[in-house]
């Protein structure tokens, strides 16, 4: 399975952008597709985690009520909106799949393939 991850960009704080997760090689509905994120000189870490075979989607609690997934089946994408965006949303972005436990889903080193990155900056 390979990710390719896009939709990045510089947005004002407030602002919304939405990326993309385009899944080839495999079906999307048959992994769990995670959202991490890493900001320079922090660790990476989970946004959201959407379990396979159209399971719920979870958020971190830093983006709980902003930011929403939804995905496309026939297009094999997944979409991670992000709407009132902060500084503090700065990173690049990474999505992943996988097939951790509920357990250990939080956890980046449970997923077997990983998608290349997409830059968000919030700044004024």
């Known amino acids: 399975v390979q990710l390719q991850a896009s939709g990045g960009g510089l947005v004002q704080p407030g602002g919304s952008l939405r990326l993309s997760c385009v899944v080839s090689?495999?079906?999307?509905?048959?992994?769990?597709v995670a959202w991490f994120r890493q900001a320079p000189g922090k660790e990476r870490e989970g946004v959201s985690v959407?379990?396979?075979?159209?399971?719920?989607?979870y958020y971190s609690d830093s983006v709980k009520g902003r930011f929403t997934v939804s995905r496309d089946n026939a297009k094999n994408t997944l979409y991670l909106q992000m709407n009132d965006l902060k500084a503090a949303d700065t990173a690049v972005y990474y999505c992943?799949?996988?097939?951790?436990?509920?357990?250990?889903?939080?956890?980046?080193?449970?997923?077997?393939?990983w998608g290349q990155g997409t830059q968000v900056t919030v700044s004024s």
């Open positions: 992943a799949a996988g097939y951790p436990i509920l357990s250990v889903h939080w956890d980046s080193r449970m997923y077997r393939a």
């Open positions: 090689g495999s079906n999307l509905a048959s992994y769990t």
């Open positions: 959407t379990r396979q075979s159209g399971g719920r989607t």
